[in-house]
């Protein structure tokens, strides 16, 4: 089955900083990367996705890559802000075959 | 995108005794999937539900411990049977929606104490 690692597991930055997780799947079928923000008590949300067609996708002040050829992807954040302080987790699957597998998650903590 | 409602919230609960956990999304949905994130840790799936059949287990998870209902394509329910301290957690459903129907929508949570 699929294997995903990632790291760092906690990273904290100061705030206007960026901040970079990476994230290695293992399952070559794998098609579709999401992101997922969670802050303390609340539900995993996602905050941004890619997949295996494109290398690159950015949303404002987030980007995610994907290095097919290698098996990693990463999240980057540019201008942090103590908001973004929260776990991040990646995960990967294949389209429309259900499950997903997650990493391990990130702390990431902003300070002001 | 999907609104799930999740509940209970929260219960704590005496060793022994089972609970039941509810889950409802605002749209049709083909699968719906449970997971247990236990504190600090990442989310584990503990199996999928399809409607009209029996749901799919991940390794380390067995039916007669997590009995799963899926009476429509709606709802789907967990249960947490015989339990003890171990399964104290946080447990969650979800949902896949979106574009390529693959984008994962959570539920609430429920935080499960046993004592």
């Known amino acids: 089955g699929e294997n995903v690692e990632q790291h760092p597991s906690t990273l904290s930055v100061q705030e206007g900083d960026s901040a970079v997780i990476k994230c290695t799947y293992s399952?070559?079928?794998?098609?579709?990367f999401p992101w997922y923000k969670q802050e303390l008590g609340k539900r995993p949300q996602l905050i941004i996705d890619?997949?295996?067609?494109?290398g690159e996708k950015k949303d404002q002040r987030i980007a995610v890559t994907l290095n097919k050829t290698a098996k990693h992807f990463s999240l980057h954040i540019t201008e942090t802000q103590p908001e973004d302080s929260a776990v991040y987790f990646c995960?990967?699957?294949?389209?429309?075959?259900?499950?997903?597998?997650f990493g391990d998650g990130t702390t990431l903590t902003v300070k002001p | 995108s999907a609104v799930i409602s999740q509940k209970p919230s929260r219960d704590i609960c005496q060793r022994g005794t089972s609970l039941t956990i509810q889950c409802q999304v605002d749209?049709?949905?083909?699968?719906m999937f449970w997971y247990r994130q236990q504190p600090g840790q990442s989310l584990t799936l503990i199996a999928t539900?399809?409607?009209?059949?029996?749901?799919?287990?991940e390794s380390g998870f067995v039916i007669d411990k997590f009995p799963i209902s899926r009476p429509n394509l709606t709802f789907s329910t967990l249960t947490v049977s015989n339990m003890s301290p171990e399964d104290s957690s946080i447990y969650l459903c979800?949902?896949?929606?979106?574009?390529?129907?693959?984008?994962?929508?959570f539920g609430a949570g429920t935080r499960l104490s046993v004592l």
């Open positions: 979800s949902v896949e929606s979106g574009t390529g129907g693959d984008i994962q929508y």
């Open positions: 399952d070559s079928a794998s098609n579709y």
């Open positions: 890619i997949r295996s067609n494109v």
């Open positions: 995960a990967a699957s294949k389209s429309n075959a259900g499950k997903s597998t």
């Open positions: 749209s049709q949905v083909t699968m």
């Open positions: 539900a399809n409607q009209g059949s029996e749901a799919t287990y």
